[in-house]
C-alpha cells in the first residue's frame, strides 16, 4: 500500500508502473480549510509589519508560533528582530541540514523555542503538535500554499489561530487565496495598540558563518587583523633575522643562445 498527503501526477504514473493492478482511494475533504482555525487578516504597510508582529508576540501567551516568510533573507531578519524584542526563535529554510532541522523542531516541540521562522519548507509534511498560532508575515504568491501553511494548527480537533499580514508587496495574492478557499477572511483594522515602539538597533544580525546556529557565538569580528605600529615591530623583525618582501635577492636571467650558435658574450 502507498499512502500520500500529496500525490503529483509523475509519482501517480511511477506507482501504476510498480504495482500490480493498484487502487486509487482519495479521501476528499469537505472543506478546504479546517473548521477550528480562525482567520484573520491586517491591511498592512510594509514599514509596520514588525512592530504588528511584535506587538501581536506581546500580547500572546503560552503560545506556541509558527511564522511564515516567502525568502531566507527576510527570515533571518525577522528573526533577528524577535531575538531583540525578547522572544526566542529559531529559524528553519532550506539550507537548513537534517540532523540540524530535527533539533530545531525537538527545541520548539519541547518549548524551548516560542516561534518559529520558516519558509514553506515547513508548510508541508510536517506534524508539530500543539501550534497555537500561525502568522502570515508574507502572504504566500502560490493560494495551495496558504492551505498548507494554515494547516500546521488546529491539528487532531484543536483550534488555532491563522494571521495573515496583506502588506503592499503580497496583497495581491489575496484575492487569488479566497477564491482557491471559497471564502471571505476578515480583515481587521490595524490600531495603534497593536503597533509595538521597535528600536532598529534591536535587531540582533545572522553572521554568515553562523546561519545554522543562529546565535552570535560571543560576538568575534570578522575582517584582517589590525597592523602593527611602525618602527618597532619592523626593527623585531630585522633582528630576528627575517627579511622585508622588499630585500629578497634579485633572480639572475638566464640568456638565450644566439641564432648563429655561438655563445653569448
Keep these: 500500500m502507498l499512502f500520500s498527503a500529496t500525490l503529483s501526477y509523475r509519482v501517480t504514473e511511477l ?35 514588525i512592530p504588528l508582529l511584535i506587538g501581536l508576540m506581546h500580547k500572546l501567551e503560552n503560545a506556541r508560533v509558527i511564522v511564515f516568510v516567502n ?12 531575538e531583540g524584542n525578547g522572544h526566542q ?7 537548513v541540514p537534517q540532523k540540524k532541522r530535527l533539533s530545531l523542531l525537538k ?21 508539530i503538535e500543539g501550534v497555537t498560532h500561525v502568522i502570515n508575515y508574507d ?16 491539528r487532531a480537533g484543536a483550534e488555532g489561530d491563522a494571521i495573515s499580514f496583506a502588506c503592499e508587496t503580497y496583497a495581491f495574492s489575496l484575492p ?9 477572511i476578515p480583515v481587521e483594522p490595524v490600531s495603534l495598540e497593536l503597533l ?23 560576538g568575534k569580528r570578522r575582517g584582517k587583523p589590525p597592523a602593527g605600529p611602525k618602527g618597532g615591530d619592523d626593527a623585531a623583525s630585522r633582528a630576528a633575522g627575517d627579511k622585508p618582501a622588499g630585500d629578497r635577492p ?10 648563429d650558435g655561438a655563445a653569448p658574450a
Design 15 to 49: 506507482a501504476y508502473e510498480h504495482m500490480n493492478n493498484p487502487q486509487k482511494v482519495v479521501v476528499e475533504a469537505e472543506r478546504i480549510t479546517a473548521d477550528r482555525v480562525r482567520e484573520t487578516a491586517y491591511m498592512v504597510a510594509n514599514e509596520e509589519k
Design 71 to 82: 525568502t531566507k533573507r527576510e527570515a533571518d531578519r525577522v528573526w533577528g528582530f524577535l
Design 89 to 95: 526563535a529559531a529559524i528553519l529554510s532550506g539550507d
Design 107 to 127: 527545541r520548539f516541540s519541547g518549548g524551548e523555542v516560542s516561534v518559529l521562522v520558516a519558509t514553506d519548507v515547513a508548510a508541508r509534511g510536517l506534524h
Design 139 to 154: 502572504l504566500p504568491e502560490d493560494a495551495e500554499d496558504y492551505v498548507h501553511r494554515i494547516g500546521r494548527t488546529a
Design 176 to 184: 487569488d487565496i479566497e477564491k482557491y478557499i471559497e471564502h471571505k
Design 196 to 218: 509595538a515602539e521597535v528600536d532598529p538597533r534591536s535587531r540582533v544580525r545572522v553572521e554568515k558563518g553562523d546561519r545554522l546556529e543562529r546565535r552570535d557565538g560571543g
Design 250 to 259: 634579485r633572480r639572475r636571467r638566464r640568456r638565450k643562445p644566439r641564432s
